[in-house]
């Protein structure tokens, strides 16, 4: 007899699925289970919670809504967000769409991190319309990320899909697994950039979007590619 079959009394139970007494007492009540609504049960026991006590018993399947939903980037085409919208354009001043509110998800903790993201490049001969640059910073920053990696992806993204003379990318943000744990200062911001083509090349040009952002004073950290280790504290 195994220690899962006498916890749950059922002598022979497989211990595999569903695996926890919350597991099956929600199996016996529902006549169902979700994978995904079994582990965020598993997790609540772990914590030391009843899952199945009036304010949790919905838990598992929200949590399983919402982290779908803040994770949808993995399942989401960047070809069909833009959707055409990739214009050629005899224009090659500075673009620059800037305080663009994202919310993503540190994969180190999964807590959120948040903030501004500022995107800047200019064209050679396509531009991608205005309202498509928001959405792309929402494929990227609905995923497991690091901040880094997310503004790197961000600028590399728009360089491949209409090759400008250069794009820059900084993005500000919050880390709750930062302020809410309480590592370090709690009201640091993390500043990341990507700098690629005549941003990475022409100091001049770097120096103009960023004062453009009002972000020159921090231009000290904003040198040449992304910055690293202005992250969570990730072995914690
Ligand atoms: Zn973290």
């Given at each position: 007899m195994t220690v899962s079959a006498i916890v749950n009394g059922v002598e022979g139970l497989p211990i595999a699925e569903p695996g926890t007494r919350s597991g099956l007492v929600h199996m016996q009540?529902?006549?169902?289970?979700?994978p995904m609504q079994d582990l965020?049960?598993?997790l609540l026991s772990g914590l030391g919670e009843d899952p199945e006590r009036e304010g949790l018993v919905n838990t598992p399947k929200r949590v399983e809504k919402s982290l779908t939903f803040l994770?949808?980037?993995?399942?989401?085409?960047?070809d069909e967000v833009l959707n055409g919208a990739l214009f050629t354009v005899d224009y090659s001043e500075m673009v620059i769409v800037k305080d663009i509110d994202f919310y993503s998800l540190c994969e180190h903790h999964l807590l959120p991190f948040f903030g501004k993201c500022h995107v800047a490049y200019i064209p050679s001969n396509r531009v991608i319309?205005?309202?498509k640059i928001p959405?792309?910073?929402?494929?990227f920053s609905r995923r497991l990320q690091v901040q880094e990696r997310l503004t790197g992806q961000i600028a590399e993204t728009i360089r491949e899909k209409i090759a400008p003379l250069g794009v820059a990318v900084v993005m500000e943000a919050t880390h709750l697994c930062m302020s809410?744990?309480?590592v370090e200062k709690q009201n640091s911001c993390a500043v990341t950039s990507s700098m690629l083509g005549t941003f990475r090349d022409v100091a001049r040009t770097r120096m103009e979007f960023l004062e453009l952002l009002q972000l020159s004073s921090r231009a000290g950290v904003l040198r040449r590619g992304p910055s690293t280790n202005l992250e969570c504290i990730a072995e914690e």
């Open positions: 009540r529902t006549g169902t289970i979700d965020i049960r598993q994770t949808s980037g993995y399942r989401t085409d960047i319309g205005l309202s959405r792309l910073v929402d494929v809410m744990r309480g």
